[in-house]
């Protein structure tokens, strides 16, 4: 992915904000006033393009880029668990990879998805993620990521996200949308 777009919207930080480089996955703040372009904002995330380089922005930071965080989720008050693993594939339907804009689920990055129902009524979740590319830097963001919009939910109390290499993943795990939106078909 080259540069910004003609749809990539302008900013100015506000504020210090951390921030990850794509796709090498390093850390980094960058300081206030600094200008960029925010090229995707997708499932609660941000990509922002600033000075030739490409780095991925948490929601929780989107005042930073002048935008207003997620909304927090609700479930409703007699939730089953089959409503809270509904909501568990759209959270993971919120988890983009940073450079393509398609979510982990139509990619078919998502191989698995359990939960399992605690005595107290809480909720643990375990998923099986890969990467279109086993060296991708970017692994560690998407479990993270997949694990922090999975916590959002309410009465889940734990998720495991395990990076899986097998069966490697193919442009045939794809769906049928995916394959459109990245011309892929």
């Not at 568990?88 to 191989?111: K, M, S």
């Not at 069966?167 to 795990?173: A, D, G, I, L, N």
Request: charged share 20%.
């Amino acid at each position: 992915m080259g540069g910004f777009s003609l749809n990539s919207e302008p900013f100015t930080l506000v504020r210090d904000c951390d921030a990850v480089m794509v796709p090498q996955g390093e850390e980094v703040v960058l300081p206030a006033g600094q200008i960029g372009y925010i090229t995707q904002a997708l499932g609660g995330s941000f990509t922002v393009y600033v000075e030739g380089n490409l780095f991925r922005v948490a929601g929780d930071d989107a005042d930073a880029l002048g935008k207003e965080p997620p909304p927090p989720l609700e479930l409703p008050p007699n939730a089953t668990t089959a409503d809270v693993e509904k909501l568990a594939w759209e959270q993971l339907r919120a988890v983009f990879d940073p450079e393509i804009p398609v979510n982990v689920v139509d990619l078919g990055l998502v191989y698995d998805l359990s939960m399992e129902q605690l005595p107290n009524g809480d909720r643990t979740v375990y998923v099986k993620l890969t990467l279109t590319a086993p060296g991708c830097g970017m692994g560690d963001i998407l479990v993270e990521d997949a694990r922090t919009k999975l916590l959002m939910i309410p009465t889940l109390v734990k998720a495991d996200v395990d990076l899986v290499f097998d069966p490697p993943w193919s442009y045939e795990m794809m769906s049928d949308e995916a394959r459109l939106e990245t011309g892929m078909v």
